[in-house]
């Protein structure tokens, strides 16, 4: 069964430094969206992309975060320079469409990024 | 912040039918409700979803009331790998199908 898959499983790295979180998409899905959750707290939206632009993204959506679709597989997030409240789990999720309720709508999700700052 | 309201936890006995309850009471006609878990810090796995009837799938059924106000995931014979917390999002999400996810429900499955 196609999934979506994340590389690293796990980064760590100084605050101020930039990480790049890469993200397979299932293949014929052409919606993206990345999520994070901080420990303990709820599972929250950055952005989506479609047709290689941001479609909606969040308040923590800021100038430090960017996304890219680099070629015809991979879909990465960019924090350009990271703090301490960077760390969380970073998620990524792809959908074939993204209309509201058809199946085709379904977001698969990856097993996630864990992004440590110290 | 997420329109639904959920039990924050639930206990289960192995091999019981695991009841999940769902307020959405500010659902419209045409939107979904879907239901997702997330099973410790592993990426949240989608369930299953319905409009207005209720639906079935390998995983689980869900049974939405009449006026819709109200749904049930029913896992019909719940084991100790379906402990997880459960999140049900209507309605389904932003313009482009982003999800709101709330607090959910921590299903703990005891033996």
């Known amino acids: 069964e196609p999934e979506v898959t994340q590389t690293p499983s796990h980064q760590v790295t100084q605050m101020g430094q930039e990480v790049i979180l890469r993200c397979v998409p299932i293949?014929?899905?052409?919606?993206f969206y990345w999520y994070r959750q901080i420990l303990g707290q709820k599972v929250e939206f950055l952005v989506s992309f479609y047709n290689n632009e941001i479609s909606e993204k969040s308040e923590i959506f800021d100038d430090q975060f960017s996304v890219e679709r680099p070629d015809g597989s991979n879909f990465t997030l960019k924090i350009r320079s990271t703090k301490l409240e960077d760390s969380a789990m970073y998620f990524c999720?792809?959908?074939?469409?993204?209309?509201?309720?058809?199946?085709?709508?379904?977001?698969?999700f990856g097993p996630g990024t864990r992004l440590t700052v110290l | 912040d997420a329109k639904t309201t959920q039990p924050p936890s639930m206990d289960c006995a192995e091999g019981r039918a695991a009841n999940l309850p769902c307020n959405h009471s500010?659902?419209?006609?045409?939107?979904?409700v879907y239901w997702y878990r997330q099973i410790h810090s592993q990426g949240p796995q989608y369930i299953i979803h319905?409009?207005?009837n209720n639906e079935t799938n390998e995983m689980a059924s869900l049974i939405i009331t009449e006026d819709r106000k109200s749904s049930t995931l029913i896992l019909p014979h719940a084991t100790l790998r379906d402990t997880a917390v459960y999140y049900c999002i209507a309605p389904y999400g932003g313009s482009q199908g982003n999800l709101i996810f709330g607090k959910g429900t921590k299903l703990s499955v005891k033996p």
């Open positions: 293949s014929n899905h052409l919606y």
């Open positions: 999720a792809s959908s074939v469409w993204a209309s509201g309720g058809l199946l085709t709508d379904t977001q698969y």
């Open positions: 500010t659902i419209s006609g045409n939107e979904y």
């Open positions: 319905g409009l207005k």
